[in-house]
């Protein structure tokens, strides 16, 4: 099994900054794609951003310019930095990572999710 624990949300005025981390565990080959997802209530889970085991990111047009996606493979381990944070981010933001575990069956994984609230 693969587990993902996030952590960093929090609350934050409008132009603030937020650090998002999550880490993965268990049964882990290989990652090849993490990502963040978020979603407001009343709204669909939306991309945020992702990034490939060989760091290729990419973004939501929302968030390009003031969010940056970034990984240590070492540790198994995404970040998501937040800044210039407005009110329309406000959301619970999951981690996803996707890969092969060491049996080498396929997973896609779910954090639990950490909120971000954003207050103008």
């Known amino acids: 099994q693969v587990h993902l624990v996030e952590s960093g949300g929090g609350s934050v005025q409008t132009g603030g900054s937020l650090r998002l981390s999550c880490a993965a565990s268990?049964?882990?080959?290989?990652?090849?794609?993490m990502g963040w997802y978020r979603q407001a209530p009343g709204k669909q889970r939306e991309l945020v951003a992702t990034?490939?085991?060989?760091?290729?990111?990419n973004y939501a047009d929302s968030v390009k310019g003031r969010f940056t996606i970034s990984r240590d493979n070492a540790k198994n381990t995404v970040y998501l930095q937040m800044n210039s944070l407005k009110p329309e981010d406000t959301a619970g933001y999951y981690c996803?990572?996707?890969?092969?575990?060491?049996?080498?069956?396929?997973?896609?994984?779910w954090g639990q999710g950490t909120q971000v609230t954003v207050s103008s």
């Open positions: 996803k990572a996707e890969g092969l575990t060491i049996v080498r069956s396929i997973y896609s994984q």
């Open positions: 268990g049964s882990i080959f290989s990652i090849n794609v």
């Open positions: 990034i490939t085991s060989s760091g290729v990111a």
